[in-house]
């Protein structure tokens, strides 16, 4: 009888550990659900406040960088750099998430197209050399870098204005 006591001990010692195990798998699972929750209800809450920033000229102000950026007025140009700065935040959001693997994706590709269409320009390469000092190097260079593979191309409006789009 004692001996039938140890092997059920033994038994239920072994199953102890084999339900743990899944118990634990569920646990980490949770976890990162948690996290990738978490970051996008960050994301999904940083772009509601992207949209408020940009406000409700982003449009016609977006058009004259890339066609008059002379012309813009300081009422123009306060919503372009509270819009520059959220960009760069959001870059630096989305950097912080990927190195904490939260951010499925890279993070330097993420802007490439809003980047080019608010930096490439006077205003914009003048806004990105004086907020140099105030950002973090490794951003600046990668907006740069993208924007020099860009510079090439022409903007969506010059393209259809000059009919390049045949």
């Known amino acids: ?84 700065r959220s960009l760069i935040s959001e870059l630096d959001l989305r950097r912080m998430l990927a190195e904490e693997d939260n951010f499925k994706g890279n993070w330097r590709n993420w802007l490439m197209a809003e980047s080019y269409d608010l930096f490439n320009n006077r205003i914009g390469h003048a806004w990105l050399k004086i907020q140099g000092q105030a950002i973090d190097q490794e951003m600046i260079d990668e907006l740069e870098q993208q924007l020099g593979e860009c510079a090439s191309l022409p903007s969506f409006l010059k393209s259809v204005r000059e009919g390049q789009t045949q």
């Open 1 to 84: 009888m004692h001996r039938i006591r140890e092997w059920v001990e033994l038994l239920s010692v072994i199953g102890l550990i084999i339900g743990i195990g899944p118990v634990i798998l569920q646990l980490r699972q949770n976890e990162e659900i948690l996290g990738f929750q978490i970051a996008t209800d960050l994301r999904v809450s940083r772009d509601n406040g992207r949209n408020v920033t940009r406000g409700e000229r982003y449009s016609t102000n977006l058009a004259m960088l890339q066609t008059t950026p002379e012309d813009m007025t300081d009422a123009e140009l306060v919503p372009f750099d509270a819009h520059a």
